[in-house]
Each structure stands twice: as C-alpha cells, then as structure tokens.
C-alpha cells in the first residue's frame, strides 16, 4: 500500500446502549463501498442479535467476507463472568480468537472499522487486543472505533489525535454517508 495524502484519521463513535453506534459503522461501510474505486474495508462489526423483542446475543462479522459468529450469549444464572466488566455476557473464546484473526488481518485498508473496544481491551489488555493493535498501527486512511461513554477518556488518551462522533439516534447514522465522501474526497481530507 502506498502513502496515503494525509495521516490516517481515527473517529471514536460513542454512545448510549442503543444510540446507533453499529447502525452508524454498517452505514459508513455501505457508503464507503458505494465511493467510485471504494476503498478496501477492514475489521469487524458487533451487531445484537433478538429473539422476538429481547437481545439475546452479540455477534461478531467480518467486513471482508460477511462471516458471522455468535460472540456473546446472555449468560445463565449462577455462570461466572468472563470479567466484573462483562457481568450479562457469556462471551465464546473461539469467537473472540477468530475475531482477533479478523483484526490482524484487516490492516492495511481504507476504512478500518472496530465495533467494538470495551473494557476487556481498554482496562483489562483482553477480548480483542489485535483490534487496539490495528487502530495503533494507523495502517488505514480511516479508523472507526466504537467505545462506550464511560471509556471515552481512556480511548482519547490512547489516540489524542482522535475525533468523536456522538451517536444520538438515526441523525447520526443518516450522517455516514456524507461523512464518507468527506474523508475519501480525491483530493484527500478537506
């Protein structure tokens, strides 16, 4: 891969449980995939997955291939955690192995996409450590890193140069498109 124009841009999408933060990523990489010549994408999405009306689980999806696993399933009463961080999920090592495999292999790429980094990676050096070690890497023109509110901080110090986007519902997700344009424009970041 050639130098890019510019140095690599990392957004930190945040927000509330259910702002729109999967929903904002999945609507970058569509509209990153409709650019003339798109650019490659990388990394993972974590989309809730519903039985009926109630989340039951958390997948995790390759963007290169469209491959899917179940990452994490609502855990039995009485289960030990995985961590004090992760109380409602039984997450499955082997997903959380493959996904690590997907985030090696994402970088270098145009749009970098990693939904999520929690506490596992920001306080406890587990879960998807591949995943910081891409976002650090900066071997992409775009990063977009989907963190919790209250890991804002950690994630802003670990990349300073990072910018936020807030999610707030579908305004936010309706935004991604125009977004994409901006950041891939030809003649680079405007």
């Avoid at 409709?34 to 990394?43: E, F, I, K, N, T």
């Avoid at 450590?129 to 963190?147: I, K, L, M, R």
């Avoid at 804002?152 to 936010?172: C, D, F, H, I």
Wanted: glycine residues 12%; charged residues 20%; contains cysteine.
């Amino acid at each position: 891969m050639t130098e890019p124009p510019h140095p690599p841009v990392c957004l930190l999408v945040t927000g509330d449980r259910g702002a729109g933060k999967t929903l904002f990523c999945r609507a970058l990489v569509e509209a990153v995939r409709a650019l003339p010549g798109p650019p490659v994408v990388g990394g993972v999405l974590s989309p809730r997955v519903y039985e009926v009306a109630e989340q039951v689980g958390i997948d995790v999806e390759d963007l290169r291939t469209g491959q899917r696993r179940r990452l994490a399933s609502l855990r039995a009463p009485g289960e030990a955690p995985l961590s004090a961080a992760t109380q409602l999920w039984r997450f499955d090592p082997e997903a959380l192995a493959w996904g690590n495999q997907v985030l090696r292999a994402a970088t270098p790429c145009g749009l970098l996409v990693v939904d999520e980094l929690g506490p596992l990676e920001l306080e406890e050096g587990r879960g998807w450590p591949a995943g910081v070690a891409a976002v650090d890497s900066g071997a992409y023109t775009v990063a977009s890193v989907v963190v919790r509110p209250r890991l804002l901080a950690v994630a802003q110090r670990r990349w300073p140069a990072a910018g936020v986007v807030e999610m707030e519902g579908v305004a936010g997700v309706a935004a991604a498109a125009g977004l994409a344009r901006r950041l891939f424009a030809p003649a680079g970041l405007t």
